[in-house]
Nanobody, 121 residues
């Protein structure tokens, strides 16, 4: 069973930075696409960023210019570098992966447990 193990969440002041990591275990194959969702209480779930095996990225408008997603295919690990953080970035961040992605929509079939990120106002 594929598991996604997240680390790096926590508390950061506005304007600061955090780097989230998510390592996939239980598979011998590189996951085709990986990404991050986030959700705050009372807010719609938001797809923050995705990255394909080949390194193509996509970002939500709310984080463009501030966040950067990257991956290490040898480790099946995805990272989310979050810079210039704002209180509205406060959410539970979920790592996820689409094991069968081949273009088009991103439809995760594996999910991490979520990690809390807090930016006080």
């Amino acid at each position: 069973q594929v598991q996604l193990v997240e680390s790096g969440g926590g508390w950061v002041q506005p304007g600061g930075s955090l780097r989230l990591s998510c390592a996939a275990s239980g598979t011998m194959f590189v996951l085709n696409a990986m990404g991050w969702y986030r959700q705050a209480p009372g807010k719609q779930r938001e797809l923050v960023a995705t990255i394909t095996e080949g390194g193509s990225t996509d970002y939500a408008d709310s984080v463009k210019g501030r966040f950067a997603i990257s991956r290490d295919n040898a480790k099946n690990t995805v990272y989310l570098q979050m810079n210039m953080m704002e209180p509205e970035d406060t959410a539970v961040y979920y790592c996820n992966a689409d094991s069968t992605y081949h273009g088009g929509s991103y439809d995760p079939d594996y999910w991490g447990q979520g990690t809390q990120v807090t930016v006080p106002s």
